[in-house]
């Protein structure tokens, strides 16, 4: 979801929009991030429509689109549930210094009873990365060393790490997150690098917009560097067809192996319910029993 504080679309429909999907059942809401947007710009958003679509990739965003901060979305749901689970879907993890990050997630990490997923990615917008003064080529390799980084100050009372880009002695970052090493780290992206960072620094897979197909190979790919069993493997999807194509979609990602699907919703202020529960519907899925 990507709650854009527009009319209607401000901080209670956060809350009513976690509350309805927890309701029915629902396992988690995953929110984007972006630090700032361009009224121009050359970078090309690399994802299609929607999977398998020919049509040439658009940002689905409109001319000025606004966002709220991933990470206070994220506090924002939890704070409204008691059982549904938040994730970022993805953080920009190149544009955040390892330090403040460690400290967002792990009182996150508290904040949400242990709720909290933290998907992470290294970005396309390369004007985003220069107005921030990071450098976007290097993007990958920032990216790397910040999850190192992270790991170590989510694992040790006292942490150093030491790389190119990220130098600290005797961290001392407390309290230490209430999920043992932090919370899980989903790694976006369908790139050879992306599945590469996945197995040396995932705890699961985030694949976006694949064909069944795509996410198969994927598999495969990923496979050859680092065991599936231990990992989770959840598919992002954006979708804009029948309720049941899209039923069927999922069906053929769960039987590949995903753990778990997440799926674009559109949900006008005043159908979020009845949105909500055509979408239940559709996918199966129910409140959990007692």
């Known amino acids: 979801m990507a709650f854009d504080g527009a009319p209607g679309r401000g901080a209670s429909y956060v809350r009513d929009v976690a509350q309805a999907a927890e309701g029915l059942g629902f396992h988690s809401i995953w929110v984007p991030e ?74 996150l990490d508290h904040f949400t009873g242990g709720r909290f997923t933290l998907g992470v990615g290294v970005g396309w917008l390369a004007e985003e990365f220069a107005a921030l003064n990071v450098p976007f080529a290097e993007r990958g390799a920032i990216a790397d060393e910040h999850l190192d980084a992270l790991r170590a100050l989510m694992a040790d009372e006292v942490a150093s790490f030491h790389g190119t880009h990220v130098n600290f002695d005797g961290a001392v970052m407390l309290p230490m997150p209430l999920t043992p090493g932090g919370p899980p780290i989903l790694v976006g992206g369908n790139t050879a690098p992306a599945l590469r960072r996945v197995a040396r620094s995932g705890d699961g897979w985030y694949a976006w917009n694949l064909t069944p197909a795509e996410f198969e190979h994927g598999l495969e790919r990923l496979a050859a560097r680092r065991a599936l069993d231990d990992l989770e493997l959840q598919v992002g999807v954006r979708f804009g067809g029948p309720l049941d194509e899209l039923a069927m979609l999922v069906d053929a990602y769960t039987a590949l192996g995903a753990t778990r699907v997440t799926v674009t919703a559109v949900l006008p202020p005043s159908q979020i319910d009845a949105r909500l529960t055509q979408l239940a519907d559709a996918l199966d899925v129910h409140p959990p029993t007692a």
Not at 82 to 92: D, E, I, P, S
Request: glycine share 6%; proline share 14%; net charge negative.
């Open 34 to 107: 972006h630090v700032v947007f361009f009224e121009e710009y050359e970078s090309r958003y690399p994802y299609p429509p929607s999977p398998g679509s020919t049509e040439a990739p658009s940002l689905p965003a409109g001319a000025r689109p606004g966002l709220y901060d991933p990470l206070f979305a994220c506090g924002a749901i939890a704070a409204a549930t008691t059982t549904l689970r938040v994730g970022t879907a993805v953080a920009l993890v190149p544009l955040r210094h390892p330090l403040l990050l460690a400290r967002e997630v792990t009182s």
